[in-house]
């Protein structure tokens, strides 16, 4: 996750203290802290204090999520008013590395343990699903959606592969496959996002689950698909 994608996964989930949060999210959100602070402090004292308030409750939810992500409770955060003992051991905290695979709070942000390839075939007496392009370079073309599931993007092992310079697409940009009879849509960490059809922009390596009808776009609108039962 580089700075910018950082800035936005914070911003997104402004007030959203559930979930988790890996270091270079939290770390990077800080860093902006600090040059703005520095920039405001003494010479824009009241601006200063403004964006201290505007940025509080993202702080607090980052910092919350960067804690679930260690395998630790929010309420930790409680520790800042303890004067230095507290804020050490949180600057500790924030600076560790993800706990493996998923925990209590949800799946590793950074894929790590996650799998990413179909973990259940689907069922005899399930419906034969689909993905329909509706609209892109493969617009009207129909691939079926079977226990290997299929993955999208420009690398030649994709299954519903793009050709190459397609805008908004990443090599490898997101999979759609079988979970426990569910399919489920998920982002592989693709630079311009995977949505749905109510825009709503997937978190990288977290499993959504979907069903006939759902719609989903990759990057943009340009590039549009459908789940349809054959």
């Not at 003494?42 to 919350?64: D, F, I, N, Q, R």
């Not at 805008?167 to 996002?193: A, F, I, K, M, W």
């Amino acid at each position: 996750m580089n700075f910018s994608q950082a800035l936005q996964h914070v911003f997104r989930n402004y007030a959203n203290f559930s979930g988790r949060a890996r270091r270079s999210e939290y770390w990077y959100f800080a860093l902006l802290n600090a040059i703005v602070s520095v920039f405001l402090y003494t010479p824009l004292a009241p601006v200063s204090m403004l964006y201290s308030l505007a940025v509080l409750v993202p702080t607090l939810a980052v910092g919350a999520r960067r804690l679930h992500d260690t395998g630790r409770s929010g309420a930790y955060l409680f520790l800042m008013l303890v004067p230095l003992v507290g804020e050490i051991l949180l600057i500790v905290w924030f600076a560790q590395d993800s706990a493996p695979g998923a925990n209590r709070y949800g799946p590793n942000p950074k894929g790590a343990a996650a799998p990413v390839w179909p973990v259940s075939p689907q069922p005899a007496a399930m419906g034969s699903l689909a993905v329909r392009c509706l609209a892109g370079p493969l617009q009207g073309q129909t691939y079926p959606l079977g226990s290997q599931g299929l993955l999208f993007g420009r690398n030649p092992n994709c299954s519903v592969r793009m050709p190459d310079g397609t805008p908004g697409l990443s090599g490898n940009h997101c999979l759609l496959r079988y979970n426990q009879g569910v399919p489920e849509l998920v982002d592989l960490g693709s630079t311009y996002g995977t949505y749905t059809g109510d825009g709503k922009r997937l978190v990288p390596h977290y499993p959504e689950p979907v069903a006939a009808g759902t719609r989903f776009s990759l990057g943009s609108p340009k590039l549009l698909f459908q789940i349809v039962v054959q």
